[in-house]
Each structure stands twice: as C-alpha cells, then as structure tokens.
C-alpha cells in the first residue's frame, strides 16, 4: 500500500463520513469491472458515482478506482480507432496520418494512467478492462453515444470518434447529463492535488510510443502535466482548439473534424474556429461493416479462423500488458507490443473479405473474452 491513505477520523461523524466515501469508492470500483461471461458490458454510471463522492472524502482508494475507469476508458478508444485506420486504403494519406497518430496517443494515455495507478499502490487490470463492441463507453462516460467497430465512414468520424472526444462544451448540459471525459479527468487532477498521495516509482513502465516518452511519474508536477497531456491532446486547450502541445498536431477532436468537414481547423478574422483551410481529402477505405451486437452470426471457415487468429492475439496483448504492468517490466511490456503488431494482417485480410449476401466486408470484433 502506498503512503498518503486518509487520516484516520477523530470522531464518529467524521469516521461516518470517510466511511460512506470509502464505500462509494469500492462501489464504482466494482462498476468499473466488466460483468463474467461472454460479451458482458461493464456497468454503467460508475463515474457519476465517484464524483458524487465529496471532495474531502476522495482519498488513495477513490483514485486507485478512478484510476481503474480510466484504464478501461483509454482502452475503448484504441479498437474503433484502430479499424478506421486499418480500413484506409492509402496508408499516406492526411485522414491516414491523423488517425495513425491518435491511436498512438491513446496508447500513450493508456501508459500514464496504468502509471499513476502503479504509483498510488494500485494495479492496472487491463485485461478485466477490456470493452465488448458495440456498447457505452466505460463508466457512464459520454452516455447515449454507442461506439461499435466500422471502417472508416463520415458516420462513423462522426458518430463514435468526435463524440468520444467532444469537449464539455459541446456536450449537451443538464440534470442528467452523463460526465465528459475531460470533466472526469479534470476531477482526477483536482483529487490528487488534495490527497497529495506518495508516488512510487515501483512497477512503472516507459516507453517510446511514437513522438510521446511515456515516463514514471515521480512528483505532483508529473502528475499534473500527465493528466493535462490527456485532456489536451484529445480536446484541446482553454485558449485554443487547435493549439498544439508539442508540435503541429491538432487535438484528437479537430484532427477527427478536419476528416469529417474535409478541411483544415483555422481560426477567422473574428477569433472564431472553422474549417477553412487546405482539404482534407476523405480516403478510400475498406468497406467493413458495423461488427453487430454478438458479432458475426455463422461466418465461412475462413473467416472464422482470421477472427480467432484476431481474438487470440488481441487476447495475447491484454495479457501482455496486464503482466508489464504486475512486475513483468520492460521486457514483458516489448513482447507485448511486438504481440500488438500481428493484429493488423488478420484485421485486413477480414476487411478485404466480402459478407455473403450482405453488403460491405467483415472485420475484427475484438472480442474481450
């Protein structure tokens, strides 16, 4: 167990209090975890629950879980991210080289949450993590947005990538409105700010994941340009949309409206942004189908094999990382990415392959369990 943990209470209100935040906490703890059994989606509204917590109750264990939510939620972002990727015929072209980008910063996010768990004396369970497609986000994230596996379509852009994305700003205010993913991290920073927990080095991981060297996470100051990397390179900045952190790389949200609108994200004469500038041509892409709820009913010998081809390497990969991040270290963590490299054949091969008597082409279900 890491230092840092509550004090403990000096009266009975006070335990009562620590209690019933404790409580919550292991509550959405448990939300975060995937049901057993085949294609079990994990429960919903666990991230309405932690930050229902009050703030003076957040402590080692309510980050430690919300931690865990975010694990699970970087990790549902990779595979639709992926199939738009992998779907584009042009590997060169500009929609190719945005997207390509964005999964290896979903990748990298996916690093630093594993690391700050690892730091506050928890264990990242990555595989119990895992999402089934189509379905929610994890947590009640984004709530009435269902992200399912396609090739790459304007819809799809549209309908899974920029609304994994969206800024709180564009997402729809009220009583029942279900957290963003920027506001759940924005809790996440504020929380260690209080609790000011003990970081250990122990069991965290670095890596180069393409221009980004994820790293331990040793003092307040990285935990709190980690958790700010994350918010800003998927929705952008308070000043700026398309302000980039290190380089000329729009934030994940615009570089997603840059291929949806077909142009460049630049900013008008009055300070407003449009999309005004070069084209963005839509690619030539893969016509995979939407993977159906259950995945594909009676596919050919054929397919089926390239599925579970898929399957168990992508079970492979999950395993990999779980046992990186469980004392494996940096050696178990390379032999997880060399397993990551060998989804992609299988993953084309079932793009390029007709459905009989349907329309579009199969592709990878990613399949959790």
């Not at 006070?14 to 975060?32: F, P």
Request: hydrophobic share 40%.
């Amino acid at each position: 167990m890491a230092a840092g943990a509550p004090v403990a209470a000096s009266g009975p209100a006070q335990a009562a209090t620590q209690a019933a935040a404790q409580a919550a906490a292991q509550a959405a703890q448990a939300a975060a975890q995937p049901a057993s059994g085949a294609l079990a989606a994990p429960a919903l509204g666990s991230v309405a629950r932690l930050l229902a917590v009050p703030e003076d109750g957040r402590g080692v264990e309510w980050l430690r879980s919300a931690l865990q939510v975010a694990v699970a939620l970087e990790l549902a972002t990779i595979p639709p991210y992926l199939c738009g990727w992998w779907s584009i015929e042009d590997r060169g072209s500009e929609a190719a080289r945005l997207i390509r980008r964005i999964v290896g910063d979903e990748m990298y996010h996916m690093g630093i949450v594993c690391n700050l768990l690892v730091a506050v004396g928890g264990r990242p369970r990555i595989k119990q993590a895992a999402h089934p497609y189509p379905g929610p986000l994890p947590g009640g994230v984004r709530a009435g947005v269902t992200v399912y596996l396609s090739g790459l379509t304007r819809s799809f852009v549209h309908d899974v990538m920029m609304a994994i994305e969206a800024p709180e700003a564009q997402s729809v205010r009220g009583a029942n409105a279900s957290p963003s993913v920027g506001l759940f991290y924005g809790d996440l920073a504020k929380a260690f700010r209080t609790v000011a927990p003990e970081l250990s080095v122990r069991g965290q991981l670095s890596s180069q994941i393409g221009p980004d060297l994820l790293e331990p996470v040793q003092s307040p100051d990285d935990v709190e340009r980690a958790i700010e990397i994350i918010r800003e390179q998927g929705e952008g900045t308070a000043d700026s949309p398309a302000e980039p952190l290190d380089d000329d790389f729009p934030a994940h949200y615009y570089a997603f409206g840059e291929i949806y609108h077909g142009r460049e994200l630049r900013e008008a004469d009055d300070g407003s942004w449009e999309y005004t500038g070069a084209p963005v041509p839509f690619p030539r892409a893969r016509p995979m189908a939407p993977v159906p709820p259950g995945g594909w009913t009676n596919p050919p010998a054929r397919v089926r094999q390239l599925l579970d081809r898929f399957d168990a390497t992508y079970h492979a990969l999950l395993h990999g990382l779980d046992d990186a991040w469980a004392g494996g270290g940096q050696r178990a963590l390379n032999a997880a990415v060399h397993t990551m490299r060998g989804l992609e054949h299988p993953a084309v091969e079932l793009m390029e392959t007709p459905i009989p008597h349907g329309r579009g082409t199969y592709g990878p279900e990613f399949r959790p369990f």
